[in-house]
Each structure stands twice: as C-alpha cells, then as structure tokens.
Nanobody, 125 residues
Framework: QVQLVESGGGSVQAGGSLGLSCAVS????????MAWFRQAPGKEREFVAS????????YYPDSLKGRFTISRDVAKNTVFLQMNSLKPEDTAVYYC??????????????????WGPGTQVTVSS
C-alpha cells in the first residue's frame, strides 16, 4: 500500500504564491507517475500537473502552464507543486495522486490508484 500526505495548503491573496508538498510512504515503486488534482466546491475534479518518478518528465494542462510547476525530490520521496500568480479560481482542495506506469500525460483521476486526503488552498481577491 502507498500512503500520500499533502501539506502546505493555506490562504493567500490573489497574485501570491504557495507551495504544496506530498510525502510518499509505504510500498513504493520507481516506475510511477505522480500527479496533482484539485476540486473546487460544486465542480468536477481537475487535473493540475503530473511528473514521472524516473526522469522527471512533466505534463500540464494548457490552462495552467507557466503558473504551476511540479517537481520531485527522489531522496526525500516527496512531490511538490509550486503555484504562482494565484487567482481566486485556483481555490480548491488539492490532492496528490500516484499510479504505476510512466505515461506522464495520464490526466484522468480514475487512472490513479493512490490518493492523499487533500489540502485546502484558498485565494482571496
């Protein structure tokens, strides 16, 4: 079993930055893809970014390119999401997810096997 725990959420004003972390523990496997998703109240879950554990290849939806950056620290078994130029519409619960496999452009939530409990990000105008 894989355990994921997010941290770093909070409140920030529009235009500000926030960094999230996702600590991975339990059964780990190198051929995996890690991702961030988010879900705002009343909206569907949305893909935010993904990264392969081996090689660190990244993938973003066009709508978030340039503002969000995903990275990982292999030694610390941690994935990060740096969010810049935040907007009120970025307000959501952010989830870390993991799946076996190295297809970085996997954007559907149901393709991911492991999920963290989520962390709230609130951006005020």
């Amino acid at each position: 079993q894989v355990q994921l725990v997010e941290s770093g959420g909070g409140s920030v004003q529009a235009g500000g930055s926030l960094g999230l972390s996702c600590a991975v523990s339990g059964r780990t496997f190198s051929r995996r893809t890690m991702a961030w998703f988010r879900q705002a109240p009343g909206k569907e879950r949305e893909f935010v970014a993904s990264i392969t554990w081996i090689g660190g290849r990244t993938y973003y939806p066009d709508s978030l390119k340039g503002r969000f950056t995903i990275s990982r620290d292999v030694a610390k078994n941690t994935v990060f999401l740096q969010m810049n130029s935040l907007k009120p519409e970025d307000t959501a619960v952010y989830y870390c997810a993991a799946r076996e496999g190295v297809e970085v452009s996997t954007t559907r939530g149901y393709d991911y096997d492991y999920w963290g409990p989520g962390t709230q990000v609130t951006v005020s105008s």
